[in-house]
């Protein structure tokens, strides 16, 4: 049960700067987030232009500079969102929170470690708040199917991992033993790596057997790929079969956000938050 202090409502200009930040069913709230985005991409577009040598040369003050000015600005949206909450620890701990805290470290990482800055792509991430924005709460709701699926199937996934495992080592271990040093394969762990570049169908190429018995054996490692490869697909999607669900039609409003949990997805006259029962803010009709 939440404590008392977390069922304290949000008030004054806590609740406002709340509402803009985290919520974007008002007007405001839709322009900041909206802003975001665009600035968002706009940094992503920096950090790979500086990336080309030509154009670093070129324009490199000018990009570090702009790389500066956007970090400085998500370092102060980072800061007004944890001033905003109700247990700033708690946001700073989750996925989105850890995103936008990551989204700013490699700019500073970097006055220690120079390659460090390049990332800051990592803020592509960001965009994911995209699927609140537009309030395409149908493709949160897949999102939510396929985690259900992959963790009801997480068991037999890793037994197909172990069998994989055990399988790339005896082929490895019978590639090196075909083959030998004078073809390509000097150790057991090379012979694994082939295999597992083999049965997976990447096939890089790179050490091939060169005896007719290894080269078989390459044959009926390439095919056995192909069946492999469809196993954990049809794990998840019986997973998903079995557990499918009557999409729901009912509009409700994904940017709805408990400041207490975090909870999405509550109806548009809620008051209090159906996970924790902490009280909601209400838009500012004024925004």
């Known amino acids: 049960m939440p404590t008392q202090e977390t069922l304290i409502p949000l008030s004054g200009w806590r609740r ?16 900041f987030d909206l802003a975001l985005i665009a600035s968002i991409l706009l940094s992503l577009v920096s950090v790979a232009l500086e990336s080309v040598a ?11 500079v702009l790389d500066w000015m956007f970090t400085i600005l998500f370092t102060i949206e980072y800061v007004l969102r944890l ?19 990551l989204s700013i470290l490699p700019l500073y990482l970097g006055l220690f470690i120079p ?16 699927f609140r924005i537009l309030k395409l709460t149908r493709y949160m709701g897949e999102a939510h199917e396929l985690k259900r699926a992959m963790l009801a199937s997480r068991r037999k996934i890793l037994v197909f991992l172990v069998t994989v495992i055990v399988l790339v080592i005896i082929l490895g271990t019978l590639m ?40 078989g054996l390459a044959s009926l490692v ?39 949990c975090f909870t999405e997805g509550h109806d548009r006259d809620a008051r209090f938050c159906k996970h924790c029962g902490g009280t909601l803010p209400a838009p500012s009709r004024s925004n």
């Open 16 to 31: 406002k700067l709340f509402v803009v930040i985290f919520e974007a069913d008002t007007r405001a709230g839709r322009l």
């Open 54 to 64: 030509s154009i670093r040369q070129s324009w490199g003050p000018q990009l570090k």
């Open 83 to 101: 001033i905003c909450i109700h247990k700033p620890l708690r946001y700073a701990r989750s996925f989105f929170g850890m995103v936008d805290l």
């Open 115 to 130: 390659e460090s800055r390049f990332l800051a792509d990592i803020r592509v991430l960001r965009l994911l708040r995209m």
């Open 176 to 215: 090196y033993v075909i083959e030998g040093e004078a073809n390509g394969f000097t150790s057991i762990p090379i012979g694994i790596y082939w295999a597992i570049v083999t049965l997976t169908t990447v096939g890089f190429g790179d050490i091939t057997p060169k005896t007719p018995l290894g080269q």
């Open 222 to 260: 390439m095919i056995t790929g192909y069946g492999i490869i469809a196993v954990p697909t049809g794990i998840v999607t019986a997973e998903i079969a079995r557990n499918t669900r009557a999409t729901p039609t009912e509009d409700q409003s994904a940017t709805r956000l408990c400041p207490h």
